[in-house]
């Protein structure tokens, strides 16, 4: 036999695992007038300028089954995923622990009510938003039944891509000590950024049997806030799927991710030209597109067995409330839309302190989900929007080579800040509902979980 077909057999080996994949999609994008989120005011939507979606992927390895979901959505509140994960288990048997339902964070989505004050500010009770939120949970689980129903023999590998030119830690040190967030094009008084970015782009790929493309994960560490304006759009995260579709089959799914980035965006302070709009959005899914089709060819082989998955429900603390705010921020929230508005930072703290008050005390749930496959695959899921640096704590300290952190995966918590952040201060900790040093639970959870699976499996 040639040196060359030697050096293909890894690749085109299949493993003694009786792999099968199922995936689908189902469009989920709203009315026009539907309120849009990501955003602190009232946004009407006018349009569409791509549809949005719930992807999912139902894996099955030697008959055990796990379903992966990703909705081109802002998050997804509490009661959605709860519905959606009753209509799932209904349809095909999958229970909570083995459905892992994230959103990919597009600030062009709609508005999702569910969640708290806020959202009862920007437009939660209109009728439009009622009736979107009461039928999304069924499409969400119409994603996974179509994708458990077209179940087929596949083949699974996995990469790890580099991309460190679209992101950017969005907080700074400053020249007077304090902490900024978002300061500014070319602004003076910026220091440094005060943290990192995750320069990593996964890729877990499953083909046929005879080497026809069926599905691409992908995900990043990328606020997935680009495209901006009134029009539905799933932003960077559509052009990946349409370019990977043209590069690589029409009928390739492409499921995108969004890994830890609650401190991290598109926005490069020194460069003047301005960042945002479709043509944005285009241009760094056109980069991470090419990232990802390089990596491409340094596909690895994976054995899918076992499939293992476990789920924690994480009991946090609450930021305490000081004497007097609930009643200052019933105040502050009934000055928005009036002549006299609050201020971003005043307002933002209004809405986080009449959603404690709300919870009476009780801990905000955080639940951390992890799915495996074989030694090598990870997907760890996360409930907040994460700070970049609880990501890499999870990496770094995983057993598994593909170790996979998609945050805003299961019922919405907020913004989640590692601990040093909540002395530095500024929007994302005065946002947080959970207390100082919740981010490490999370992390302990999940590291918990991993090194647990990943000694329970047979070597």
Known sequence: MKLAALLLLPLLSTSAADLRLGRASVV??????MPMGGSYGLRLSTGV????????????????????????????????????????????????????????????????????????????????SKQYMSALPG??????????????????????????????????????????????????????????????????????????????????????????????SSDFPGVIARRLAAAK??????????????????????????????????????????????????????????????REVVKLPLPEIRSGEVERAQTVIARFGTPNPPQFLELVNAVKVADLAARDGRPVDGEVQVITLGDQIAFV???????????????????FPYTIVAELAGPWIGYVPNRKAYAEGNYEPVSARCAAGCGEMLVDSALRQLVDLYHAKPR
């Open 28 to 33: 989920i994008t709203p009315p026009a007038g």
């Open 49 to 128: 300028l791509d549809d949005l979606h719930a992807k999912a992927l139902v894996i099955e390895v030697d008959g055990t089954r796990a379903a992966l979901v990703a909705c081109d959505l802002v998050a997804i509140s509490e009661p959605a995923i709860h519905e959606a994960r009753r209509l799932i288990q209904q349809a095909t048997a999958l229970g909570p622990d083995q459905v892992m339902i994230s959103a990919t964070h597009t600030h062009s989505g709609p508005l999702m009510g569910g969640r708290g004050a806020r959202d009862k500010v920007f437009g939660g009770d209109l009728e439009v």
């Open 139 to 232: 499409k969400i689980a119409e994603s996974v039944r179509l994708a458990a129903a077209s179940l087929a023999p596949a083949r699974l590998s996995a990469a790890i891509g580099h991309e460190d030119t679209v992101s950017f830690n969005r907080r700074f040190l400053m020249k007077d000590g304090s902490y900024g967030w978002n300061p500014g094009k070319r602004n003076p008084n910026v220091v440094r950024p005060a943290g990192p970015i995750d320069p990593e782009v996964a890729l877990v790929y499953f083909d046929s049997p005879d080497a026809k493309p069926r599905a691409t994960y992908v995900n990043h560490a990328l606020h997935v806030a680009v495209a901006g304006g009134t029009r539905f």
């Open 249 to 310: 089959s029409p009928d390739m799914l492409t499921m995108f991710t969004i890994g830890a980035a609650g401190n991290v965006n598109h926005i490069d302070v020194s460069d003047p030209a301005r960042q945002g709009g479709p043509t944005e959005a285009a241009r760094i899914g056109a980069i991470l597109s090419a990232e990802i089709l390089r990596a491409f060819d340094r596909l690895q082989p994976v054995d899918p067995a076992p499939l293992s998955f476990r």
């Open 381 to 399: 899921g996360l409930p907040g929007e994460m700070f970049v640096e609880l990501g890499l704590a999870i990496k770094q300290n995983s057993p």
